[in-house]
């Protein structure tokens, strides 16, 4: 199916992003890579009548050191933040995470920040970011400001950008040295996870003294598993103790039922992968 007709702007800042933006008000949608959009126009379930592509907004792209936290612009491709030493050198598990997105195309031409705009709850990128405690900086009309990854995502393909912000970048805080895992259970491959585990573990000499766990597709948005978290501190990276550890892991949690699964099933993957993705983050 064609798109229903729309204007196209392709501004170069984000000053000139955002002052499109809120001229066109309602009417106005956002395109980053298209991968989430352009399927939506070409069935024309949206019929925006203004396209505001990001793409020429240089500003926009590109992975920095920035103290104690990586950034990673919005406009970052996910083949750039796969092959990006800083992002393996400080934030390993969203490395892993990108190594299980999609396929080659589509990290090719998707971006980290558009993915994660998107608030798709399947989304592989939402766990690991909510999990390393990362913060998003969105630009509006006022300015800036900076959301911490738990209230930025507020519900099914929602968050906190308002219809007059764009999100500019990621600040992922430094996990240097720290052992990371993305475990993923699909049916079929580059499919939409039917439960995912994101794992960030610091051990020393064979104990688990911290740990980051974020689950996909267990709810509306993406989950911190802080049960399992706290349940890990202090114990051994040993079978056993990560098993009993991952028992919390559907805590809090509102599993969706579909085609690939119910509801129960998905609880069961969780605790499955969480101890799989606990285990191999800490390297037992």
């Known amino acids: 199916m064609i798109p229903a007709q729309f204007d196209y702007l392709a501004p170069t800042t984000v000053e000139e992003a955002v002052s499109a933006l809120a001229e066109h008000g309602d009417e106005a949608k956002i395109i980053a890579g298209g991968q989430s959009l352009l399927p939506v126009l070409r069935l024309r379930l949206n019929a925006p009548e203004m396209i505001i592509d990001l793409g020429r907004i240089e500003a926009l792209r590109g992975v920095r050191d920035d103290g104690d936290a990586i950034v990673i ?19 390993a598990l969203i490395s892993r995470a990108v190594d299980h997105l999609a396929d080659a195309q589509i990290r090719h031409r998707g971006t980290f920040g558009g993915a994660l705009a998107h608030a798709d709850p ?19 009309p006022s300015g800036t400001r900076t959301v911490d990854a738990d209230e930025f995502f507020v519900d099914l393909f929602e968050t906190a950008i308002g219809e007059d ?19 993923k259970f699909v049916r079929v491959a580059h ?46 990276a040993t079978e056993e103790a990560v098993a009993a550890a991952a028992a ?35 390297g037992a």
């Open 122 to 140: 399947a989304g592989d990128l939402g766990a690991p970011a909510i999990a390393l405690g990362s913060q998003f900086v969105i630009a509006g």
């Open 191 to 236: 499919q939409w996870p039917i439960v995912a585990v994101a794992a960030a573990v610091r051990a020393e000499g064979g104990t688990i003294a911290e740990a980051r766990v974020g689950l996909t597709n267990m709810g509306n948005t993406p989950i911190r598993a802080r049960a399992v978290e706290q349940a890990l501190v202090g114990q051994p």
């Open 73 to 91: 612009g919005a406009m970052t491709p996910h083949a750039a933040v796969q092959k990006d030493p800083l992002v393996a050198e400080h934030a």
């Open 165 to 183: 912000e764009i999100l500019t970048e990621v600040r992922v805080p430094k996990h240097t040295g720290w052992g990371a895992h993305y475990e």
């Open 248 to 282: 919390h892991a559907t805590e809090g949690t509102n599993p969706p039922a579909d085609l690939n699964g119910d509801s129960d099933y998905r609880r069961h993957l969780a605790g499955v992968l969480t101890r799989r993705a606990v285990l191999a983050a800490a």
